[in-house]
RNA sequence: GGGCGCUUAGCUCAGCGGUAGAGCGCCUGUCUUACACACAGGAUGUCGCAGGUUCGAUCCCUGCAGCGCCCACCA
């Protein structure tokens, strides 16, 4: 006998050792089934499973059953990034609280540390999808760090770098103080900051008294000013342009230059110009030749070498200056703007609200910092991934993002990935000790290369930075299959099928997939990128921890169960939508698993369990016929949507025929057939009823994957093999299941009608009567006869006859179809009641009714409107039209 | 500043050219031998606003408003 209720935490573990020691996520290439496949977004080795994941790996855990019950053979790629950055900044932490620091240990210990904390902690968001129930493939789980992943990546650096893709350039980049090194413009976010805009003045060189006044958010970068730029058109400096100003405290000349850059309407007009320290500037600086003094160094304190040389007492204040030596730069703002307005050359300051670009991860403002750098030439590499999503190699669902893609792609900067970090891939290259570079697969190779160039042996020494992390994922696609050696792997599951991710990682990653894949592989990595929405909470908020509104998909999973959670996600997954969650609504789901598990008690009560041998094409029975025909159309609905990708949909398709079908009616319908005698009608119900329960947890096992498999054991489904090995269901053809619809439906009506009448009439559930039948034909009386059982028990009916000789005093009357229905309740029902019940039926069927013939009185409907239509409304007319006949009729009954 | 999306029942959302839907919540009954994580029944909407196209608009077009997001922006 079946517990009382399901119970996921006994459940889960046991069924999710068993799939893998089946081996059923395994992908065999050696197959001859064509291959579906998806890659995992490697999830960060730091990371602990949080609900974001619970959502992308629910969709993907979804799709990859789904396709592998199809028969398709199906890899679902696992593994996990090692996240530079984030990775470098967990360890540090740790070490930090042992009192130990990475500088003073070196790069080799500090190495060291952190891969004993990745063997140590690295495994346990891959544990933790497993409680999720996802099926990933994991004697091939790959780590971005690993050999053959390493291996990729320096064959990628060294081909790019070959064909010039890849180089080296000294240029501004986005330099994050706290963790010292560039990070890419993706990684960096604007947040609007409370400041203030200074009004500074520039004496004009040789006209004592006149000053030039800049405005500026940043005072301290003026140490590093090598121009003013105003306008060419702006008429209030145009004399000034060619002159020179004296930059104050430092005393340096620098040149007034015209440039469109300058914006006459920003600020005064004239823009300090300090090409070392913002990303505008630069440019003017390049296009005026200015020189370029870099001000602040990596800590983003104030550093004076290169300005030195020019610091003079005429017009400056070196001491003051000097002073500035290795002062942070907010507070080298602070002394800076003291000592200007003690000068008297500080015009006046407005407060000033603007963006600010921030670290995503530091959380401080970056530093535009020039320095040297490796490239991507992205430009180039994007060009082939614009054209393959412009003519559907590739196809975003939703569409939609399709414009984003475009846009961010047809405007794509130089990829700076090169960073001074030390957890990652170590850049290939060597230096000799000129400077001359030598990119290469290993040192001796470069060492080589070196011989032939100097013809003698030089010492050659490692660019000492690592990889941005997103470079080694772009070739996660391929590289994941074993690339550059072509493996079997490689050879049937690129390119993958379905891309799975959130909207905010399309840059990072999914258009540099598509660039990396389509160089090296000459094919883009997916066919389909699912972009799914975020993860919020009930009230649309995003979840945060400060926000204290975080939910875990891993207590969610303790509380309610993995099949609860994960289908109340696919519920909420609709279309270009934020996935709102909530804790009711996982809790309100797993009343759906009870339904589901309470209908396998109601079969194991009554002896049903996996036919032998029912062939559902060659029923009998109308109940076996509709219910069939209910589920060829489930089956139909759940398909289509998850082709679509519209998981909401699949979730509501076989929610509605569970519940509303199966259990709601047909079950009910069984009840009398199962108590009844023994005999062919009970032995294809008994079929039926098992067969179908059988469909329905194939069509819900890639959702609810634990309690599908574990009622298809206990019910004896497939001896030969687990349900994730099972068939996907597909329709079977009903005998005459138009008939049986119309049947049942009849049926269902009837039921429906009369418990409305009763309950509106407050008739006790206690209380039964006959349905006396009235006007109704040969073949609805056959019916009633049939089903008579039934529906003395679903619509509390002593009986269900023909009404023979006048009605008696005291009905309560329905119309169904051609027939009134009266119940004889004349000692229960307030007659008033009743005829205002009546009233309002026939009121509403008016309404309805007068609709329609204003409908078509319109002479331009019934031409115009498609011929069908026409039909069906004056169908429907006339169907109003009986019914309020017949309720007429009933009334004037009750007034009798 | 540029772009995208959303606005439908109290809540969360489907629908997107021809009778306004679901789940939850609410109200009324019921422990009816699978299930109270349940059963039966009921109420609830000028489908954001204003125009237009159409025989017909929640659905298509235009404008407006509100909300959200992305990109750009340190004068």
Redesign the pocket.
Known sequence: MLDK?FDPAAVEPRLYQLWEREGAFAANPASAARPFTIMIPPPNVTGSLHIGHALTMSVQDTLIRWRRMQGRDALWQPGTDHAGIATQMVVERLLATQGLDRREMGREAFLKHVWEWKAQSGGSITRQLRRLGASLDWPRERFTMDEGLSKAVIQVFVTLHREGLLYRDRRLVNWDPVFQTAIS??EV??REVKGS?WHLRYPVEGEPGRFLVV????PETMLGDTAVAVHPEDDRYKDLVGRHVILPLVGRRIPVVADP???PE??????KITPAH???DFEVGRRHNLAMPSVLDADAKVILAEIAAGLSADGGDPDFVRALEGVDRFEARKRIVARLQELELVEKIEP?T????HGDRSGV????RLTMQWYVDAKTLAQPAIRAVETGQTVFVPR?WE??FF??MRDIQPWCVSRQLWWGHQIPAWYAPDGEVFVAHSEAEAAEAARRKFGREVTLVRDPDVLDTWFSSALWPFSTLGWPEKTPELAKYYPGDVLVTGFDIIFFWVARMMMMGLHFMQDVPFRTVYIHGLVRD???QKMSKSKGNVMDPLELIDAFGADAMRFTIAS?C?????V?LGR?RVE?N??F???IW??A??LE?NGISAPQGFDPSKVETPLARWILDGANRAIAECTAALEAYRF??YA?AGYRFV??SY??WF??FA?PVLNGPDGAEKTEVKGVAGHVFGTILRLLHPVMPYVTEELWHLFGFGPEGSLIRTAWPEAVPVPEAEAARVELDWVVSLV?EV??AR??M?V??SVTVPLLLQGASAATLARADAWSEAIRRLARATEVRMLGGPPPKGVAQVVVGETTVMLPLADVIDLAAERARLAKARGAAET?AKKIAAKLA?P??VA???EE?VEENRE?LAAAEAEIARLDAALARIAG
Not at 266 to 271: E, F, P, S
Not at 354 to 357: C, E, F, G, K
Not at 574 to 578: C, E, L, N, Q
């Open positions: 209720t413009d993706l976010e604007s805009l405005a500026t958010t940043r850059y300058s914006d920003k600020g005064t007009g004239a823009v913002d990303f505008n000033h603007h963006a600010v670009p403002p970056i530093e535009p939609q414009n984003t846009a961010w009930e009230k649309g909420l609709g279309p270009g939508r934020d709102k009711k309100d797993r009343a698993v009870t339904k309470n209908a008690r109601f009560m909401d949909e509501a519940w509303g259990c709601d079950i009910e009840k429906s418990r409305g309950s509106e407050n006790p559930p309805d319109n331009d409907f115009r409107a498609k239509v429907r």
